[in-house]
């Protein structure tokens, strides 16, 4: 089962260069996530989508956009990289809200800007 | 502001010790609460979740309690084992979104 699946799993970049990192699950959910996680920070949330077509936004959701034009997809873009978005990137989905199933995590995205 | 926080941060323990780590949230939004495992360049394995209505959650060795009124949740380990060495963390369930701790990086010694 591959559950959920991030790629790339490690990028570098320069400051001002774009990016976009892919989210697919295979569990026909229908919500999806992306999370920040940050030393003694903890996960933060970016953006979230509770459908296909839909998105909304986290916590943090500056300097990102995603997009949600197929189920299993999730897609989070950098527009243009700022070293303070290094960061780990998760992925992750559920059946219902967030608040009433497990979540389910693909492995991360280490992405450090320079 | 919605926070959760987890105690102590880090924990060392020999191998067959029973231990408890703690969480706590200041909010009542939070109506339910998860509990995580992470293990070192790994996404997060969602171990158990409590809902409101619930006061406890059983899964084999592990034992998660929730206190809404006090605003505690606690994660038993019965028996450790080497294999249980990672960071665990409790996330309470707010709507549409999931409110994180900081985890607690336990350390199971052979």
């Known amino acids: 089962n591959a559950g959920v699946t991030q790629t790339p799993k490690f990028r570098v970049l320069k400051t001002g260069q774009s990016m976009t990192l892919l989210c697919a699950q295979d569990?026909?959910?229908?919500?999806m996530y992306w999370y920040r996680q940050d030393p003694g920070m903890g996960l933060r949330l970016i953006h979230y989508?509770?459908?296909?077509?839909?998105?909304a936004k986290g916590e943090v959701p500056d300097g990102y956009n995603v997009s949600r034009l197929k189920k299993q997809n999730f897609l989070l873009g950098l527009e243009s990289a700022a070293p303070s978005q290094t960061s780990v990137y998760f992925c992750?989905?559920?059946?219902?809200?967030?608040?009433?199933?497990?979540?389910?995590f693909g492995d991360g995205t280490r992405l450090s800007i320079l | 502001k919605q926070e959760v926080t987890q105690i102590p941060a880090a924990l060392s323990v020999p191998e067959g010790e029973n231990l408890v780590l703690n969480c706590s949230f200041t909010?009542?939004?939070?109506?339910?609460l998860q509990w995580f495992r992470q293990d070192p360049g790994k996404g997060l394995t969602s171990l158990l979740l409590?809902?409101?209505?619930?006061r406890e959650q059983t899964s084999g060795r592990l034992n998660a309690s929730l206190d809404k009124s006090s605003g505690r949740s606690t994660l038993y380990i019965a028996a450790s084992q080497p294999g249980d060495s990672a960071t665990y963390l409790c996330?309470?369930?707010?709507?549409?979104?999931?409110?994180f701790g900081t985890g607690t990086l336990l350390a199971v010694q052979p």
């Open positions: 992750a989905s559920s059946w219902e809200s967030i608040s009433n199933q497990p979540q389910h």
């Open positions: 569990m026909n959910h229908e919500y």
């Open positions: 989508s509770v459908g296909e077509g839909t998105t």
């Open positions: 909010d009542s939004a939070i109506y339910n």
């Open positions: 409590i809902q409101s209505s619930q």
């Open positions: 996330a309470g369930g707010a709507t549409n979104k999931l409110i």
